[in-house]
């Protein structure tokens, strides 16, 4: 009985964010310690991460007029998650970890929150018809699974690199924090993918898969040299040296979706190829050149 099936996987969702709005406000900034007690070295070994997380948790305000666009009638679940729970938690990882890079003495990050590009308006506009709105949707969450699972990981490596250098405040009230609130949202897209997934025919299908290969980009890098910062982030974090991991797991419920036919697929190629461009990127700008010796 589908009909029974999908709305118990409605009822779990929307108790779901519920829950993790009540369990997980927004972090406010009297709740955080920007104590550094060795802010010069600090500084050089995570400040370009810092302002590369700020900046992609600052572009949260455009992420949701991008979803407006692609989504013109979208449930009303997926409504609640985005304007009432993760962007006001997002909005603040942005904040404070933007604070604590000035505190450094860095410049602000420098997000782009309003400008759509124009193939999401193409998408919008054909969003209209219901079941290309489904195709949209399938589309949204897989990009917020990515991403999520993205900072997740990010944010897991920051916390340990910073308790490795002492800075104790830092690594629990803002980095600890933040990274907290990173798996509900994780939970939310994958729970959302798997039932709407079951749902889609045969040509929606197919249409995902096609756009998600030629659309898949690193979180926050929409530009050469926005990739080519990720990189800088991947080497830093140790994730460059370990990509084939880095993009397992951020794929791996997405590899199992889209691509089961394709046995002993470990990784979808577009994945592993979108990592492979951002590090030689920055290997070829040599920005920081001690991180890809
Ligand atoms: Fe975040
Ligand atoms: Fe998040």
Known sequence: MPDTATSADALRLAEYVDRMGHDHPPISLDSVDFTVHQPREFERRFGHVLDYMARVELEVDRNVLEITTMLPDPPEIDRHFYADVWQPQ????????????????????????????????????????????????????????????????????????????????????????????????????????????????????????????????????????????????MATLGIADAASDFAEQISRVERELLWARHRGLRVPDYVTDALREAVDLAKARAHRPHLHR
């Open 90 to 233: 997002e909005i603040q990882h942005g904040l404070i970890l933007d604070k604590l890079q000035v505190e450094l003495g860095r410049s602000p990050a420098a997000p782009d929150t309003d400008s759509i590009g124009a193939k999401l308006r193409i998408l919008g506009t054909m969003a209209h018809l219901p079941s290309f709105q489904d195709v949209c949707r399938m589309l949204y969450y897989l990009t917020g699974m990515a991403t999520e699972r993205s900072a997740v990981l990010a944010y897991n490596l920051l916390h340990k690199g910073t308790v490795e250098m002492g800075e104790e405040a830092v690594a629990t009230t803002i980095i600890g924090q933040i990274k907290r609130q990173e798996p509900g949202h994780y939970a939310f897209y994958q729970l959302s993918a798997r039932a709407l997934w079951g749902e889609l025919s045969g040509w929606q299908r197919w249409m995902v898969r096609l756009m998600r290969r030629i659309s898949f980009a690193p979180v926050g890098a929409n530009d050469a040299a926005q990739k080519a910062d990720f990189g800088d982030v």
